[in-house]
């Protein structure tokens, strides 16, 4: 099994954001602010790599403790791995050329309303979660090709198709927990080939054989975004206001 490096984790905040080192572990923070306006801190080893070089294959776990400001931060936050899937890096800022792919992951992940995160109707799309994605990996030039399609999710009709049709490429599992996401809880992941179990305070919370595809970064996070894919074909993508300072403390 594979144990987290800490000294690999690299901070990335936008401006009155930050990632201040606690004894132990980090608290990431993002400012008050109206919506309209990007606020993102991060911990991450990935972010100059290559999609196909980063860093972590299972078998592998990850444990830390977290606790976060308030219950329903707006945005999202979370800890786990990814493929940063959503990204058109062209290099600008240290990060390296990256072309969007289709989602894998496992993490713990907030994400309050509007949010709307999954693309299948019996999962749980927003909230606290546990969850995977297992994706396909599609080369680069047909995702660019996929792209001509996005027109479409203009239009309500044509949106819900080509959310039914991602379910095919995009496999999920996920499961909403009921914790106070305020106080401090022992979380774990355990990373296989064929299963992913996420652990919370010693209980089991979700066994699933939806294993993302490796290779994926690490990554712990907080940002007053939203996005949404809901079953009746809407499409929604901005900010939401900070009404105060917003903030998640880990230790590992």
């Given at each position: 099994?594979?144990?987290?490096?800490?000294?690999?984790?690299?901070?990335?905040?936008?401006?009155?954001?930050?990632?201040?080192?606690?004894?132990?572990?980090?608290?990431?923070?993002?400012?008050?602010?109206?919506?309209?306006?990007?606020?993102?801190?991060?911990?991450?080893?990935?972010?100059?790599?290559?999609r196909?070089?980063?860093?972590?294959?299972?078998?592998?776990?990850?444990?830390?403790e977290a606790?976060?400001?308030?219950?329903?931060?707006?945005?999202?936050?979370?800890f786990?791995?990814?493929?940063?899937?959503?990204?058109?890096?062209?290099g600008?800022?240290?990060?390296?050329?990256?072309?969007?792919?289709?989602?894998?992951?496992?993490?713990?992940?907030?994400?309050?309303a509007?949010?709307?995160?999954?693309?299948?109707?019996?999962?749980?799309?927003?909230?606290?979660?546990?969850?995977?994605?297992?994706?396909?990996?599609?080369?680069?030039v047909?995702?660019?090709?996929?792209?001509?399609?996005?027109?479409?999710?203009?239009?309500?009709?044509?949106?819900?198709?080509?959310?039914?049709?991602?379910?095919?490429?995009?496999?999920?599992?996920?499961?909403?927990?009921?914790?106070?996401t305020?106080?401090?809880?022992?979380?774990?992941?355990?990373w296989?080939?064929?299963?992913?179990?996420?652990i919370?305070?010693?209980?089991?919370?979700?066994?699933?054989?939806?294993?993302?595809?490796?290779?994926?970064?690490?990554?712990?996070?907080?940002?007053?975004?939203?996005?949404?894919f809901?079953?009746?074909?809407?499409?929604?993508?901005?900010?939401?206001?900070?009404?105060?300072?917003?903030?998640?403390?880990?230790?590992?």
């Open positions: 099994m594979t144990a987290i490096g800490t000294a690999q984790l690299a901070p990335r905040t936008t401006a009155g954001a930050a990632v201040t080192p606690l004894p132990g572990g980090w608290r990431l923070s993002i400012p008050s602010g109206p919506a309209g306006a990007y606020r993102w801190a991060q911990l991450d080893d990935y972010l100059q790599r290559p196909d070089a980063f860093p972590w294959q299972p078998p592998a776990a990850l444990e830390l606790r976060a400001s308030a219950s329903d931060l707006p945005g999202t936050w979370g786990g791995w990814w493929n940063d899937p959503f990204s058109l890096s062209l600008l800022g240290g990060a390296r050329r990256r072309l969007p792919a289709l989602p894998n992951a496992a993490w713990f992940f907030h994400a309050s509007p949010n709307f995160l999954s693309i299948h109707d019996d999962l749980p799309a927003q909230g606290f979660l546990a969850a995977t994605f297992r994706s396909k990996r599609w080369p680069p047909l995702l660019l090709l996929a792209l001509a399609f996005a027109p479409l999710l203009g239009w309500p009709a044509a949106a819900r198709r080509l959310r039914r049709m991602a379910r095919r490429w995009v496999h999920q599992s996920a499961v909403l927990l009921d914790l106070d305020t106080q401090w809880h022992h979380y774990a992941i355990v296989e080939i064929e299963q992913v179990v996420f919370v305070d010693g209980n089991r919370v979700l066994a699933t054989g939806i294993s993302p595809a490796a290779p994926l970064g690490l990554v712990i996070w907080i940002d007053n975004q939203y996005a949404a809901t079953p009746q074909g809407e499409v929604k993508l901005g900010t939401l206001a900070t009404p105060a300072e917003s903030w998640i403390e880990v230790r590992m």
